[in-house]
């Protein structure tokens, strides 16, 4: 596969639409404006910093137009673009950098003292700031103005080429740099506008940061390839997303977190959705109490599945299934085929069994940078070993039990806490809940529960249990419960269960 470059021909087809509407400055950005702003930053790298095809940019700021310029300007000159994960300190940076090695460094002016600081810590003589220039730091806008303004456009590219790296979360050790190819975006796209059903027409309003595969793939990219509009949201604000749900969206993509604070701002039950056509959701198991609040206010919130690893999309489930299965991710998209195998044997399972989902297919990285190690580790026969528990039903639809790794051992029972944290969720006053498996003398691991519950409801220890008890098998029942104000959530906005379980799981 081949992969032109699709901005400059839609600002020559139709240069006057609107790409982007920063929502943080108010700018609004045609396709035109998009493509030359792209340019003025590729010039800026290949002339002034001398910066060669397969170099290094990293980019630690917001989500705005400003980062899509510079993502789309890189890609002009084939640098690859390091996403810095801004929720992370200094020195997590610090990590992602000595791994990546970049040769520029961007920040917003938000993160000053951030950059200032890799870019001391690293000695990086190529440095921007998206504010006013500083002493050895140029400053954005000015730099685009030096520029001639003329279109560089990008040499087709190859199905592998990368385009920007994105480091996982690193919940299971140390963060991973993932690949991210123009030909896995091309196949995102083609899979989302299939099944998320996406048109040039469309309006998307992205609240993802674009450090993540769900802000920048779910569905920004994919608006752009399209010539499609996108809404973007410098930070998640519950009050302006609900007014552009009702105001101006037609898209609409979120994580779970997402989903559970609309559904409680108090708006929420009078709130007029019917002008967004396609909901959808991922990156966490999204409890069916809640996804029975949207289908009661007539939103099918179309669950999918995916990973940093996949581009990310590999299942998204259609409305109808949506709503007669709830809690399905569907079957594999198009471009994307699945199997589950036995966690020890490895032996291919049958319908209704549970076991570890395997995938391959043209969207999924190619391997992690320069981490051969972790690469050898995570594909067997060119199929990427996922580490969900997976099963799929008589009609092939699947269903995602938990990561294999939440999963714990209770009396010689698998336990899997995704499972018993929706039962948890239907109780009435609770707001987030979280299972992890703890030590105990007699059956080696129970589970604990850490809850948050709606401002002024009432929910105790006993309670919780007693609902457990009755719903599910009783070594699935929590032992202990342990509220909190909230759940500690990592930077994908999925619950960060490695943090639960160092604060409130066995102590050294």
Same mark, same amino acid.
């Given at each position: 596969?081949?992969?032109? !470059?699709?901005?400059?021909?839609?600002?020559?087809?139709?240069?006057?639409?609107?790409?982007?509407?920063?929502?943080?400055?108010?700018?609004?950005?045609?396709?035109?404006?998009?493509?030359?702003?792209?340019?003025?930053?590729?010039?800026?790298?290949?002339?002034?910093?001398?910066?060669?095809?397969?170099?290094?940019?990293? +980019?630690?700021?917001?989500?705005?137009? !400003?980062?899509?310029?510079?993502?789309?300007?890189?890609?002009?000159?084939?640098?690859?673009?390091?996403?810095?994960?801004? @929720? +992370?300190?200094? !020195?997590?940076?610090?990590?992602?950098?000595?791994?990546?090695?970049?040769?520029?460094?961007?920040?917003?002016?938000?993160?000053?003292?951030?950059?200032?600081?890799?870019?001391?810590?690293?000695?990086?003589?190529?440095? *921007?700031?998206?504010?006013?220039?500083? /002493?050895?730091?140029?400053?954005?806008?000015?730099?685009?103005?030096?520029?001639?303004?003329?279109?560089?456009?990008?040499?087709?590219?190859?199905?592998?080429?990368?385009?920007?790296?994105?480091?996982?979360?690193?919940?299971?050790?140390?963060?991973?740099?993932? /690949?991210?190819?123009?030909?896995?975006?091309?196949?995102?796209?083609?899979?989302?506008?299939?099944?998320?059903?996406?048109? @040039?027409?469309?309006?998307?309003?992205?609240?993802?940061?674009?450090?993540?595969?769900?802000?920048?793939?779910?569905?920004?990219?994919?608006?752009?390839?399209?010539?499609?509009?996108?809404?973007?949201?410098?930070?998640? !604000?519950?009050?302006?997303?609900?007014? +552009?749900?009702?105001?101006?969206?037609?898209?609409?993509?979120?994580?779970?977190?997402?989903?559970?604070?609309?559904?409680?701002?108090?708006?929420?039950?009078?709130?007029?959705?019917? @002008?967004?056509?396609?909901?959808?959701?991922?990156?966490?198991?999204?409890?069916?109490?809640?996804?029975?609040?949207?289908?009661?206010?007539?939103?099918?919130?179309?669950?999918?599945?995916? *990973?940093?690893?996949?581009?990310?999309?590999?299942?998204?489930? %259609?409305?109808?299934?949506?709503?007669?299965?709830?809690?399905?991710?569907?079957? /594999?998209? *198009?471009?994307?085929?699945?199997?589950?195998?036995?966690?020890?044997?490895?032996?291919?399972?049958?319908?209704?069994?549970?076991?570890?989902?395997? +995938?391959?297919?043209?969207?999924?990285?190619?391997?992690?940078?320069?981490?051969?190690?972790?690469?050898?580790?995570?594909?067997?026969?060119?199929?990427?070993?996922?580490?969900?528990?997976?099963?799929?039903?008589? %009609?092939?639809?699947?269903?995602?039990?938990? @990561?294999?790794?939440?999963?714990?051992?209770?009396?010689?029972?698998?336990?899997? /806490?995704?499972?018993?944290?929706?039962?948890?969720?239907?109780?009435?006053?609770?707001?987030?809940?979280?299972?992890?498996?703890?030590?105990?003398?007699?059956?080696?691991?129970?589970?604990?529960?850490?809850?948050?519950?709606?401002?002024?409801?009432?929910?105790?220890?006993?309670?919780?249990?007693?609902?457990?008890?009755?719903?599910?098998?009783?070594?699935?029942?929590?032992?202990?419960?342990?509220?909190?104000?909230?759940?500690?959530?990592?930077?994908?906005?999925?619950?960060?269960?490695?943090?639960?379980?160092?604060?409130?799981? %066995?102590?050294?």
């Amino acid at each position: 596969m081949q992969v032109p !470059d699709y901005l400059a021909k839609h600002a020559r087809q139709f240069p006057a639409k609107t790409a982007l509407v920063d929502l943080h400055s108010g700018r609004r950005v045609s396709y035109s404006q998009l493509n030359e702003r792209a340019s003025r930053f590729a010039e800026f790298l290949r002339e002034r910093w001398q910066v060669k095809p397969g170099e290094r940019v990293a +980019l630690l700021a917001h989500s705005s137009s !400003d980062y899509v310029e510079m993502l789309y300007g890189c890609g002009k000159i084939g640098a690859v673009v390091i996403c810095l994960n801004w @929720r +992370l300190s200094v !020195d997590e940076l610090k990590g992602v950098l000595g791994d990546a090695a970049p040769t520029a460094l961007v920040w917003g002016e938000e993160f000053d003292a951030g950059g200032a600081a890799l870019m001391d810590a690293f000695k990086i003589k190529n440095c *921007m700031v998206t504010g006013a220039a500083r /002493p050895q730091v140029a400053g954005y806008e000015s730099a685009l103005a030096e520029m001639s303004g003329a279109t560089v456009e990008m040499p087709w590219r190859e199905h592998n080429d990368v385009w920007y790296l994105l480091y996982t979360a690193g919940s299971t050790g140390k963060p991973k740099g993932v /690949p991210q190819t123009w030909g896995m975006n091309v196949t995102n796209t083609l899979t989302n506008t299939i099944h998320a059903s996406l048109r @040039r027409e469309d309006v998307m309003l992205s609240v993802l940061p674009y450090f993540h595969t769900g802000g920048l793939n779910l569905y920004m990219n994919c608006m752009l390839m399209l010539g499609a509009t996108t809404l973007i949201m410098r930070q998640f !604000d519950v009050d302006k997303t609900m007014e +552009l749900l009702e105001s101006e969206a037609t898209v609409m993509f979120g994580v779970p977190a997402i989903y559970l604070f609309l559904s409680q701002h108090p708006r929420f039950a009078g709130a007029d959705f019917s @002008r967004v056509r396609s909901w959808a959701a991922g990156g966490a198991p999204v409890p069916r109490v809640l996804l029975e609040q949207y289908l009661a206010k007539g939103v099918t919130i179309c669950f999918g599945f995916g *990973m940093t690893e996949t581009g990310p999309t590999v299942f998204l489930t %259609d409305e109808d299934t949506a709503r007669r299965k709830v809690g399905t991710v569907g079957k /594999p998209v *198009m471009f994307v085929e699945a199997k589950v195998v036995d966690t020890q044997t490895r032996q291919r399972l049958g319908a209704n069994q549970r076991g570890e989902m395997l +995938l391959r297919g043209p969207a999924i990285t190619p391997g992690y940078w320069n981490n051969p190690q972790a690469t050898a580790k995570s594909y067997e026969d060119g199929w990427l070993c996922t580490g969900d528990i997976v099963y799929f039903d008589d %009609d092939g639809d699947f269903y995602v039990v938990d @990561r294999s790794k939440d999963m714990y051992i209770s009396g010689g029972e698998n336990v899997y /806490p995704a499972e018993v944290e929706n039962v948890i969720f239907q109780i009435e006053g609770v707001a987030e809940a979280a299972v992890i498996g703890i030590h105990d003398a007699k059956w080696g691991e129970v589970g604990k529960a850490i809850v948050a519950v709606k401002p002024g409801a009432q929910v105790n220890e006993e309670q919780v249990i007693a609902h457990c008890k009755q719903k599910l098998a009783g070594f699935k029942a929590p032992k202990q419960v342990q509220f909190v104000p909230a759940l500690a959530r990592n930077a994908a906005g999925k619950v960060d269960k490695p943090k639960l379980r160092a604060e409130f799981g %066995d102590k050294a």
